[in-house]
């Protein structure tokens, strides 16, 4: 299944920034595809740069893995609970009090990186876990419709378009 099987019904049109960001793959090749480059990538950054902010108020490299982490425990989860076709109505994410009540930077890189591929890990196995049918369903997240299936692309495009921001404006 691929992001072309896609309808725009089954996600806000937000996220159509991220699934574009996902490329041509499926969902299982682009998470496990997308995790590995993302691993090399964050792994080559040197220690200094990490705790570096471009600009007052914008997040330091860490922040920002925590933010990719955290934002994929967060969808990944809905996508469980739609998938099982649980009917709850999913409240919005405060992404900037995450940030800031994260602690990133008191976290070794080595930590971080422990946590992404075990959240990335368990996210390749759910989501392979899930039939045609499952990944089809569609539940209610920040009043818009959001599907099992959208939510893995939306997370393989969210990474990409974090990866870009970190190689135009910290490196």
Aim: with cysteine; net charge negative.
């Amino acid at each position: 299944m691929t992001k072309e099987d896609l309808s725009v019904d089954e996600y806000n049109p937000y996220y159509q920034q991220y699934i574009q960001k996902a490329g041509d793959v499926t969902i299982s090749e682009g998470l496990k595809d997308n995790g590995d480059a993302t691993i090399a990538f964050l792994e080559s950054i040197s220690e200094e740069k990490l705790e570096y902010r471009y600009a007052e108020g914008k997040w330091t490299i860490k922040e920002i893995i925590q933010h990719i982490i955290d934002t994929e425990r967060v969808f990944t989860y809905r996508a469980l609970c739609i998938a099982r076709n649980d009917k709850t109505l999913f409240p919005g994410y405060d992404q900037d009090e995450y940030a800031a009540n994260c602690e990133a930077n008191r976290r070794s890189m080595y930590s971080l990186m422990n946590e992404y591929k075990a959240v990335r890990l368990a996210s390749i196995i759910l989501f392979e876990s899930f039939s045609t049918e499952m990944l089809q369903r569609i539940g209610i997240a920040s009043n818009s419709n959001l599907s099992p299936r959208a939510v893995a692309f939306i997370t393989i495009g969210h990474e990409n378009h974090h990866c870009e921001i970190i190689k135009e404006r910290y490196l």
